[in-house]
């Protein structure tokens, strides 16, 4: 107990040299595409494949969520290039367009130009990311990367030569993985790992903070936590797996039965998938529990009527209950209402994607190899 006091203490005294990014909740590629009446094509043409980046194939996967919709400004090079990423805890490589990438999907998004940049110095390796519906290929070069006001020099990342198509849709420009390097393409050292060994942040932590509604506020702050995010205690869970932050997940209870997981299962914090996503029957369970039907496309649409009285959806993670109401589970559109719980495959792996995050602020702890969760404010 004495040592999680020191470490709160801590936490508190050095809230004031907090790193803070701020994200932005901008346009989904879904929102894009549904109002130019596209997304009906584009959804038939790429099916969503969730599962897709953790399939370990020994190349970093992405998969196409269309439904990202927070992102942060970053830059690169000297002086600076400026470029929207996903923070993405469920990969570990950064990522950009580059000028050399003629694919569609890098023509209405920033590129990144080495010979503007006085501190870029080539790496010459080959970089491949493989997504669930094609993959970005490019080179892997160096240089300044600044993020949150924290200037890492000689961060090696990926410069995109092609691209996904349906990257052509996402408004974020790449992504900058905040997973754990064993999983890094190239066993590249991630952008975090480099604040760490730097001394640039105050403790070997980040925070994701989710807004529920606006489209300010939500950031990721690095080096601790700021407690205005949260209300009551932190619960602190040990991960199984420091690949991913993934940790034990022992049911998911509706009303006391339980519903999916049943004899625990694993489950990865992801703050790069926009839902929580589980095995196709346990979801289709919960699906059915909650008065949701599902179409051809595994989607549960439920009567936008029907919010106030559907139940909640419980998570025990490592023993500690975590309670998702319908509030925040079924997301609202001009187009209807439809659960946040996506389905793929017979795994017992789950996400705990952004629907989960919004709900808990979430703390990364890469030293004590533990995920932090508290009531959300």
Known sequence: MMKWLVVLSALVAFSECLHRMPLIKGKSAREYLEERGMWEQVRQQFPYRPMAKFVQTGTQSMTNDADLSYYGVISIGTPPQSFSVIFDTGSSNLWVPSTWCSSPACQNHQKYN???????????????????????????????????????????????????????????????????????????????YNMVSEGLVPLPMFSVYLSRNSDQGSEVVFGGVDPSHYTGQITWIPLTSATYWQIKMDSVTINGQTVACSGGCQAIIDTGTSLIVGPTTDINNMNSRVGASTNQYGEATVNCQNIQTMPDVTFTLNGHAFTVPASAYVSQSSYGCRTGFGQEGTQQLWILGDVFIREYYAVFDTQNQMVGLAQSV
């Open 114 to 192: 080495p010979y503007q940049s006085s501190t870029f110095v080539w790496n010459g390796k080959a970089l491949s990311i493989y997504y669930g519906t094609g993959s970005m290929t490019g080179s892997l070069a160096s240089d300044t990367v600044e993020v949150g006001g924290i200037s890492v020099t000689k961060q090696v990342f990926g410069a995109s030569r092609t691209e996904a198509q349906f990257m052509t849709y996402m408004k974020a420009d790449g992504i900058l993985g905040l997973a754990f390097q064993s999983l890094a393409s190239d066993n590249v050292v991630p952008v975090f």
